[in-house]
């Protein structure tokens, strides 16, 4: 008998077999999704994020992000709302806030959730306001996600006064509250004009520590591996061993760690908002309507609940899903 | 024949998993008498772990004792009876609280592997010591501090009285090993049930620790049972050897039997397998192939597939625990070989070597 | 005693770090463009000798280098000890000048008293809030894993995780102020001014208000903690149960709740302390949300408004004394994490 070969001619019986335990792998892509699917707080997390997407779509995407990229609108709510919807025009001269139908009176099923300071639809804003939070949290991820990674790559892969310095300045950028750094880094390169872009890309920029740190710690495992000292010693280009051998085996985590923030994301530009260092009026923003309900508190409380609400859930839905993934590819005690 | 401190009759205990039911202990029985030392051996995933925590009846979620039983000095830690043809734990059983109050700790005491681990690196030494003294014994605070610097010492750790205060990650390992042995042998237990304790120990140290728990042991007369994979250990300081095979015991005796009387193949093989100074690499005699799980053990004789002697028979049948004792102790053996159920009429398994009928 | 020198040690280390952040803010606040005196009065429109006035007024016609000098203390050092060539130096930071807010007109270090007790107040009640409900419902949670009560307290710290704070505070606001009418609605009490300050009867009333007004922040703020906190207690006790040493000690006949208070408990703490150090540059961030609600005049809002009104001297100083701040909170979780771990404070192995 050869050594490791337990297997002899028998068959069945629970007795019977040897070797063969039922084992399955516990790793690779289909036994995440299959952890995924039996995940129900996952599935859901999912299913949560997914309706977001759509919703963020509903109303087209290219005027939109073409607005959101190139600067501030023009009462594009008001006008869209018009073109599409035009009985949602307020009446001439009267601006109302008012509450929803059904809980309240002056309410009506023509403004489900209500009109804003301006007499413009509610559930609109809201739903416009999808859009921004969701591009947001995808480009500032997206852009954490690349400046941590070629960072962290370097870092880790060469080691030496490189890692040294790159990881000291990475520790004081992370020492920073992001909502202080953003609001710097605007103030500092808009002039004093702030804007939404300059948010997304100053979040980014604060989270370029996280994802530097991640992807450097994965580096530094894999770089003490056999095959990568064989790659180089073979002439390898360490640029392409990054590229090659790597980044690919850092992905699981790094997915996690995006998945979750993209939701800390919508919630720090939500806060940024609010204190007016993000969408500027009259984008459409969860967290500047925020802004304008906190002011208008005592007088409609209504105003306060749907945006937050909106938040919540949007990123409830990442931090599920963020959670189920991490669960699937790195079981921990539940 | 001298009255039985821990008798273990058929013990069984299964971990009911996702994946299936791991027959861990699948029917082991063995007993201890006061004063002796006696050997639990066997490679890993035996289930001789899972046989002490059975004892200690610590056994957790999703493990089990399904059946079998378990009597310590009159009491019954362990026992079934049939009604409606399932098995009922029986009304003598110990209670949850009368085993933590009158066996944990206080009739038995259990040393574990890992001496890094066992000790909680926030309290100091002495204190954790204490505690169980203080606990199981009829001791005051200060008394039971006393006893344990006491304890400290016996066991060869120098200073004990300044090192009580010190905390664990300021001992080295085999001195964490002492104040687990110190720990135990403080609360005075009748038995003592060591899984392991050298295993993470390097040779030198081993031999030190050995050599305390013999001087120990005939001092203070406390029962052992030794849990190891190492003969080597076992031939020191055994005075009876249980050979355990995935969830099964397959040997059993005195130790002079097991050793120079050896009664089945896998201890054989065990013996075999140990490097020996005056044989070289190309010489060593490996047991081939891995212990399979015991979620699906083997049909008939779960040794078989990796059994030199195999026959077909063994394929068939599931061995009893035949008496095969000749000298002057009592010895079992769960090998077919030794019975009269027609394994020398049978073919050889796989071509392997026949062994000529006596 | 090997607490004690832990403690001195890293006091000690702190001194290099303050420094740094010293000099680092300023090198940071003056390399951003923009000019402050512009937000006084439009630049094009004033006269020479007003902005010339400003400028001399706020000390900054002066170069960089000897601005960097005023603004340490070093320049008044130098000239206490009669080092020829400073003459009139102004005071700095070794003197507890922070420098004269422009947009106040108010020496910085003026403000900072009246604006750093109310935000530290409110961070500290907030800590204190989280810890106190985060650690119990994670114990419990762990010790019920997998039961109903689990089940709750997960789904309550993932709710926790995912509400923006400011919202939090709106909607309590709403709800306990606005509509139910028990709490007031925003600004903070504070214990250290005299109860007839507020036309309180006396210092009983004086704390009761101190605590009605601090409630709604407190919890506003601490919940995104409390939520953070009670996973990684609850997670950390579990870990702590697998653990041979708790194993042990049933086995040597430990009660179990003995074991869950004891054996268990402090070493969960660990991860519980190290959190908290990391919360604490988060908490700043919330902590600005929360004042901004709340119409508390604190550290938060006060910063915000330094860096929109480019006012330079008030940015620095905040900076530097929320850093200062930080650096003591950071000292302190790790005095604590080395009061429960000796293998901090008494590092020799044998």
Known sequence: MAIGESQTELDDGPAGEIGDDGFEADVGWRYTLRKIKGDATARFGLYVIIVVLAVSLVTGIDSNLE???????????????????????????????????????EGSWAHPLGTDQNGRDYLTRLIYGTQVSVFVGIVATLIGLVGGTIIGAISGYYGGWVDDVLMRAVETLYAIPPLVLVIVFTVFV???????IYAVFGVGIAFIPVFARLIRSRVLSVREMDYVEAARAA?????DILRRHVIPNSFAPVLVLATLYIGV?????????????????????????????????????????????AILVTIMGFNLFGDGLQDALDPRIK | MTDTLLEVTDLKTHFFTERGVVRAVDGISFDVRPGEIVGLVGESGAGKSVATTSIMRLVDDPGQIVSGEIEFAGSTIVGFDEADGELVPREEMLSNADMRRQIRGNEIAIIFQDPMESLNPVYSVGAQVREFIELNRDLSGGEATEEAIEMLRRVGIPEAEDRYDEYPHQFSGGMRQRVLIAMALGCRPRLIIADEPTTALDVTVEGQILELVRDLQAEFDTSFVWVTHDMGVVAELC?????????????????????????????????????????????????????????????GCRFHPRCPDAREACTRIDPEFYDVSDGAGVQ??????????????????????????? | MGLLRYTIRRLLQAIPVMFGIAVITFILVNATPGDPVDYMVAEELASEELIAAIEERYGLDEPLHIRFLHYLGFSWILEALGVPGFQDSPTGLLQGDLGLSMYYDRPVSELMWTR???????????????????????????????KPTDHISRIVALVGVSTPSFWIGIMLIIIFGVLLGWLPTGRLVYPWRPPAHYGYTGYPELFYQTIRHLLLPMVALGTLQMATIMRVERSSMIESFQKDYVTLARAYGVPERTIMRKHAFRVSQLPVITLVGLNLTSAIGGAVLIEEVFAINGMGRLIIQAIGTLD?????????????????????????YAYVDPRVSYGEER
Request: with cysteine; glycine share 8%.
């Open chain 1, 67 to 105: 607005r959101l990229t190139l600067g501030r609108y023009e009462d594009f709510v008001l006008a869209e709302a018009i073109l599409s919807h035009p009985e949602h025009l307020p009446p001439p001269g009267e601006t109302e806030r008012r509450l929803p139908p059904a809980f309240a009176e």
């Open chain 1, 190 to 196: 808009s002039g004093n004009d702030p804007d939404i």
């Open chain 1, 235 to 239: 002439g390898v280009k360490d640029r």
């Open chain 1, 265 to 309: 994301t919508i919630l720090i530009v939500a806060g940024l908002s609010f204190l007016g260092y993000g969408a500027q009026p009259p984008t459409a923003d969860w967290g500047e309507m925020l802004r304008v309900a906190h002011q208008y508190m005592h007088a409609n409380p209504w105003m306060s609940i749907w945006p937050g609400i």
């Open chain 2, 239 to 299: 005075d009876r050897v249980n050979v355990m095979y995935l969830g099964k015991i397959v040997e059993q005796g005195p130790i002079d039997d097991i050793f120079y009387n050896t009664k089945h193949p896998y201890t054989e093989a065990l013996l075999s397998s140990i490097p020996r100074p005056d044989r070289t690499v190309a010489e060593l005699d490996p047991i081939e192939g891995t212990m399979p799980s015991a979620r699906n053990p083997p049909r």
């Open chain 2, 332 to 358: 079992y053996s769960a090998c077919i070989k030794h019975a009269d159920v027609g394994y020398w009429d049978s073919e050889p398994f796989d071509g392997q070597r026949l062994e000529q009928p006596p």
């Open chain 3, 116 to 146: 750093l007790p109310p935000t530290l107040l409110l961070m500290i009640s907030a800590f204190a809030f989280a810890i106190a409900t985060a650690v119990p419902l994670g114990v419990l949670a762990a010790r019920r894993r997998n």
């Open chain 3, 312 to 336: 330079y001297q008030l940015v620095l100083g905040t900076t530097v004394v929320i850093g200062f701040v930080f650096v003591i909170g950071v000292i302190i979780t790790d005095i604590a």
